[in-house]
């Protein structure tokens, strides 16, 4: 099979793929309405990496048309991955960069109304307001305490320092763990240690949880916390591979017109997939043993009898490592992957030359479709190529085709 016609083969692939990401971007999910009615139905494009200000929804009512409902039509919304309610809030703009921030902790706020993430629902609740700037906002209400944005501003410690030079370090006044303690009180079971820290979304999810279990008061909403997940998968399929000699010496010209015969042997990987956090599940980072086998015959040689047959036959086993991501959140899914390999070779039987060093690395670029636990893959390998000698090398190009299995059942 010619270069040419597997590079298209993989371009039709991939915008094939593409197609079928794009009918996979509605989720099912609910919106209420500034009346209080709810109505079922489908949200369209739902990454929602910061809090958004109006949503793109369809449901029965709309005839199938999409329709965009704002902070004015909406008290709320969500899926099984999110809920958001409209909430007016003072949003805390003090600096966050050290050349901006003053020597005193200044809060300095704005009044907005927008659509907060709901991190938990009870006795004491947590909120998220992501913004595009790449801040993040927590805010907490609770019966003794009205809604409001634990704090943790930014200002400039000025230090002199022995030579007379005053100098600027960043601080942080923690102005979140006296709000805490005042906020979530009532529970015996809480100590000056379980307010000591961080303001991320982990920690104050662990805690108000605490809390509210504490006071016998369950948390009728908290959002899963995405974590890392680790899947064991298994690889199997054909690797059709072509190889040439690349020299720029004329010595070795003879040897770079040699043509060879494609090799197509079985192939097998066993890796893992490591699921980060934060991307709905969909950026993996994967690594994974390979081994190959080859054999290639120079078509001038090749006669009846295979004891005329000139050729390079050797196995290898890769360390391959990289990334992959899904095009839609579904278990259906199309995927991209790109990583790279080290590569190296065993019991090699050559014809042509008489030394090699068998070591390499490889680019690996990728296109498949999820399945729930099993997966379809083509996959295209580039080496570097193995060095005969200093001017001299047999390069290797791998073209796989794959069936796949993920060991631990994928989610909805």
């Not at 969500?78 to 007016?88: G, H, I, N, W």
Request: contains cysteine.
């Amino acid at each position: 099979m010619k270069t040419s016609s597997l590079l298209l083969l993989l371009i039709l692939f991939i915008s094939s793929i593409k197609l079928l990401a794009s009918d996979k971007e509605f989720t099912p999910g609910y919106i209420i309405l500034e009346n209080g009615d709810t109505i079922q139905g489908a949200f369209k494009n739902n990454l929602w990496r910061i809090n958004p200000y109006k949503v793109t929804f369809t449901s029965h009512l709309h005839n199938g048309d999409t329709l965009e409902y704002g902070i004015k039509e909406l008290k709320g919304f969500a899926t099984s991955d999110y809920r958001f309610l409209k909430e007016k809030i003072k949003i805390d703009e003090s600096p966050n960069t050290i050349d901006q921030a003053g020597v005193i902790p200044i809060a300095k706020f704005r009044e907005d109304t927008v659509f907060l993430e709901v991190l938990i629902k009870g006795n004491a609740s947590l909120f998220l307001l992501k913004e595009k700037n790449g801040r993040d906002h927590y805010f907490i209400e609770t019966p003794y305490m009205d809604l409001q944005e634990l704090l943790n501003i930014m200002y400039a410690q000025r230090i002199e320092t022995n030579t007379g030079i005053v100098k600027n370090y960043v601080a942080y006044s923690n102005d979140y763990k006296s709000q805490l303690t005042n906020a979530l009180i009532g529970c015996s079971e809480l100590n000056t240690k379980d307010y000591d820290i961080d303001l991320n979304q982990k920690d104050l999810h662990s805690l108000i949880i605490k809390y509210n279990d504490c006071i016998s008061t369950e948390s009728y909403y908290s959002q899963a916390i995405e974590k890392w997940g680790v899947h064991p998968y298994l690889n199997a399929g054909l690797n059709f591979a072509t190889t040439s000699f690349v020299s720029s010496n004329e010595y070795y010209s003879d040897l770079v017109k040699l043509n060879f015969t494609t090799s197509v042997s079985f192939t097998v990987n066993f890796g893992l997939h490591y699921v980060i956090p934060k991307y709905n599940k969909r950026l993996k980072i994967f690594t994974d043993l390979g081994f190959n086998k080859y054999s290639f015959i120079e078509e001038s040689s090749k006669s009846g009898s295979t004891q005329n047959e000139k050729g390079i036959k050797y196995s290898q086993i890769t360390v391959n490592f990289g990334t992959i991501y899904n095009l839609s959140k579904s278990i259906n899914s199309p995927f991209l992957k790109i990583g790279v390999s080290t590569i190296f070779g065993m019991n090699m039987e050559n014809d042509f030359l008489s030394y090699s060093r068998r070591h390499q690395w490889g680019l690996t670029l990728g296109a498949g479709v999820n399945f729930s636990n099993l997966s379809i893959l083509y996959q295209f390998q580039m080496a570097t190529g193995i060095s005969f000698y200093p001017d001299m090398k047999n390069k290797l190009s791998s073209q796989y085709i794959m069936l796949g299995y993920t060991f631990i059942k994928n989610k909805k």
